[in-house]
């Protein structure tokens, strides 16, 4: 493979994403920039356990994406060709609870990086990580780009406040601003506040005797989840295409949360078994009837997203991306990833 000279930067180098998308452009030769943020312990687990943390390409720097005279100077020593924008205040449920500081960071973020991409670097291509929480009580099915928004969360309607910013920087200032909608992506590095996440992490523990059962909210919600890995090769593709613009990446499957709790135990050799309905609902072992899954109203959200699909049928024609891992293998990857941190004593 023809390896490039490119300067890369990536906001939230720490998270899920921010880990594969470094992974992915240091082995195409980048030089990568990555930024973390101050806080009394950093978490570099993710890109420690992809082995990259040392690599001579990567450099990390301290950042906060809420601060527009620090956007500005790291884009002055970063000097980066493309800027991966990953950072956010990511969890929806988090989102309700501070509303103000989901704003601040994920919409306004994403505008002082805007900022200082025009000011300092405007030929610099600019990826904003925009979600399919925008179409939240949607509006078409499956969604496409063009589908009209309707965001069900803070975190939602700050997502698409950064999305419509980087169209206008994109269309008042010519800038290289391009949006990738993309719909749930999980994969052994997710965090373990995120359902998928707790619900693997779960069926380890209670296979290990560390947990009695599991506890979630609405599980007739419906998402489209995809593998993360391939979905960082889908931001790169966005960013390489000729002209500026906006892909939904997703895989046109959606799938309950309950189906996932079964594959996950399922994955565990165990088999599931449902009685009762809303609140009143329990999983049992099949065999031994045991209880493991149950409702707490604690885990509803004051909004849900019922039901969220994606049609990636544009990432395909146009940028030749198209996900490959189904759900099954990949909540089967996960299921072993965190049985085995399980099993050595530690679960990130
Ligand atoms: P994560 O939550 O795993 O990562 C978010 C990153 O943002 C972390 O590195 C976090 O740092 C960083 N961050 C948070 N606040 C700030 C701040 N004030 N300044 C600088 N950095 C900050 O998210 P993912 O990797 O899963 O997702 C990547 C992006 O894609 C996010 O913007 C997310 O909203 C979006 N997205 C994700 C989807 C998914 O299914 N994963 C779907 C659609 C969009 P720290 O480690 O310190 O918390």
């Known amino acids: 493979m023809q390896k490039t000279t490119k300067k890369a930067l990536i906001t939230g180098i720490t998270g899920q994403d921010g880990a594969y998308l470094a992974q992915l452009?240091?082995?195409?030769?980048?030089?990568?920039?990555?930024?973390?943020?101050?806080?009394?312990?950093?978490?570099?687990?993710?890109?420690?356990?992809?082995?990259?943390?040392?690599?001579?390409?990567?450099?990390?720097?301290?950042?906060?994406?809420?601060?527009?005279?620090?956007?500005?100077?790291?884009?002055?020593?970063?000097?980066?060709?493309?800027?991966?924008?990953?950072?956010?205040?990511?969890?929806?449920?988090?989102?309700?609870?501070q509303p103000v500081a989901t704003a601040t960071i994920t919409a306004l973020g994403a505008v002082n990086l805007l900022e200082a991409i025009r000011i300092v670097n405007p030929k610099a291509r600019f990826y904003q990580a925009s979600t399919s929480e925008m179409f939240g009580k949607v509006q078409a099915i499956p969604q496409v780009e063009d589908t009209p928004f309707y965001p069900r969360s803070p975190y939602g309607v700050a997502k698409l406040y950064a999305h419509w910013m980087t169209v206008n920087y994109r269309e008042s200032y010519g800038i290289f601003g391009s949006s990738g909608i993309l719909f749930n992506h999980e994969s052994p590095l997710r965090g373990r506040e995120f359902v998928t996440r707790k619900i693997t992490d779960s069926v380890a523990k209670i296979v290990l005797n560390k947990l009695d059962v599991l506890e979630l909210g609405n599980l007739d919600a419906k998402r489209d989840w995809g593998y993360a890995k391939e979905y960082v090769e889908g931001m790169w593709r966005i960013l390489q295409a000729e002209q500026p613009d906006t892909f939904i990446l997703a895989t046109n499957r959606t799938e309950t949360v309950r189906d996932f709790v079964t594959m996950a135990f399922k994955g565990a050799g165990i088999d599931v078994e449902y009685t009762g309905k809303g609140e009143a609902e329990t999983g049992h072992c099949a065999r031994t009837g045991k209880l493991l899954v149950r409702i707490s109203p604690k885990f509803y959200r004051p909004a849900e997203v019922e039901l969220l699909i994606g049609d990636p049928g544009k990432a395909l024609r146009e940028l030749g991306w198209a996900p490959t891992t189904t759900l099954e293998q990949l909540c089967q990857m996960m299921v072993e990833a965190d049985m085995r941190r399980n099993e050595q004593g530690f679960s990130f």
């Open 25 to 97: 452009l240091l082995e195409k030769g980048y030089q990568v920039t990555g930024t973390y943020r101050r806080t009394s312990s950093v978490n570099f687990w993710r890109i420690e356990e992809l082995g990259i943390q040392a690599h001579p390409q990567l450099r990390l720097v301290e950042y906060d994406l809420t601060d527009l005279s620090s956007s500005i100077r790291l884009m002055q020593t970063a000097e980066p060709d493309e800027v991966y924008n990953l950072a956010a205040q990511s969890f929806v449920g988090v989102s309700f609870e």
